[in-house]
């Protein structure tokens, strides 16, 4: 694959590859991870890193392994980014769960689901601000400093003859002493030229700066990419990024979940 050029959107960053699919690069303010997923015209893979970070109260932030993938009735979805907090009732996975359920097709439920996201989230970050103000003012740092993912959603699936991949980020912008939340949504094919693109959720430095020195050409599948570019973030010891990667396939025969790579 070639990386060909170099482009700005308010989503992300973007890059073109030689399948002219494009990397959409999501970083989260609180909680570091790396996901990627390709989404081509005959299927999507997704790869990501497990290492989960805990931090919050008075307690030291902890580390542990984690599950960033999930599957739900042919659909798949990766979160990226404040994930859960149980001690305040929040569930991303829930919440996703709970909009597949009720709706009828992906594009239906990436609509309920921004909706439902956006409104839980307002009201776990008031709650930060009024319980855990050490944790709400990192999170305004990281903001200003340049990071302003709150959580990120990605959902795949193969429906109607072709798969669709929908990235759904919430990022924050610091207005009056709050974080004001402002969602974007980008769904492919019907957004992505060609019907080729790649995702980024999370970190994504060590990919940058190995572009930059190695050049713009990497001759591997889909599948095989997901995987190298999540080992650059960890083999660069990315705080909060670390094995074993999961890597999960969905096309016209199904998801298929491949061996993990430690």
Same mark, same amino acid.
């Given at each position: 694959?070639?990386?060909?050029?170099?482009?700005?959107?308010?989503?992300? !960053?973007?890059?073109?590859?030689?399948? @002219?699919?494009?990397?959409?690069?999501?970083?989260?303010?609180?909680?570091?991870?790396?996901?990627?997923?390709? *989404?081509?015209?005959?299927?999507?893979?997704?790869?990501?890193?497990?290492?989960?970070?805990?931090?919050?109260?008075?307690?030291?932030?902890?580390?542990?392994?984690?599950?960033?993938?999930?599957?739900?009735?042919?659909?798949?979805?990766?979160?990226?980014?404040?994930?859960?907090?149980?001690?305040?009732?929040?569930?991303?996975?829930?919440?996703?769960?709970?909009?597949?359920?009720?709706?009828?097709?992906?594009?239906?439920?990436?609509?309920?689901?921004?909706?439902?996201?956006?409104?839980?989230?307002?009201?776990?970050?008031? *709650?930060?601000?009024?319980?855990?103000?050490?944790?709400?003012?990192?999170?305004?740092?990281?903001?200003?400093?340049?990071?302003?993912?709150?959580?990120?959603?990605?959902?795949?699936?193969?429906?109607?003859?072709?798969?669709?991949?929908?990235?759904?980020?919430? @990022?924050?912008?610091?207005?009056?002493?709050?974080?004001?939340?402002?969602?974007?949504?980008?769904?492919?094919?019907?957004?992505?030229?060609?019907?080729?693109?790649?995702?980024?959720?999370?970190? !994504?430095?060590?990919?940058?700066?190995?572009?930059?020195?190695?050049?713009? !050409?990497?001759?591997? @599948?889909?599948?095989?990419?997901? *995987?190298?570019?999540?080992?650059?973030?960890?083999?660069?010891?990315?705080?909060?990024?670390?094995?074993?990667?999961?890597?999960?396939?969905?096309? *016209? !025969?199904?998801?298929?979940?491949?061996?993990?790579?430690?």
């Amino acid at each position: 694959m070639n990386i060909g050029c170099n482009k700005r959107r308010t989503l992300a !960053h973007i890059v073109c590859w030689i399948w @002219s699919a494009t990397l959409l690069v999501l970083s989260s303010p609180c909680l570091a991870t790396t996901i990627v997923a390709v *989404r081509t015209p005959d299927a999507v893979v997704i790869a990501a890193d497990s290492e989960g970070t805990f931090k919050g109260g008075n307690k030291a932030q902890t580390r542990k392994e984690v599950r960033k993938i999930f599957e739900e009735d042919g659909v798949l979805y990766a979160i990226s980014g404040i994930a859960r907090d149980p001690g305040r009732g929040f569930d991303a996975a829930a919440i996703v769960s709970a909009s597949l359920h009720r709706s009828e097709s992906l594009q239906s439920a990436a609509i309920n689901l921004e909706r439902t996201l956006y409104a839980s989230l307002e009201h776990l970050l008031s *709650r930060f601000q009024n319980e855990d103000f050490a944790l709400f003012q990192d999170m305004t740092r990281k903001i200003s400093e340049g990071e302003p993912e709150i959580t990120s959603i990605l959902l795949a699936s193969f429906q109607n003859g072709e798969p669709i991949a929908i990235a759904i980020s919430f @990022s924050g912008t610091v207005s009056g002493g709050k974080i004001v939340l402002q969602p974007k949504r980008l769904a492919c094919p019907d957004m992505c030229p060609n019907g080729n693109y790649t995702f980024f959720l999370g970190k !994504h430095k060590a990919i940058d700066n190995y572009v930059a020195e190695k050049g713009k !050409h990497f001759a591997m @599948s889909p599948g095989d990419a997901t *995987r190298f570019m999540v080992q650059l973030e960890i083999d660069a010891k990315t705080p909060g990024v670390g094995p074993p990667i999961e890597v999960v396939r969905v096309d *016209r !025969h199904g998801i298929k979940w491949l061996p993990k790579s430690h």
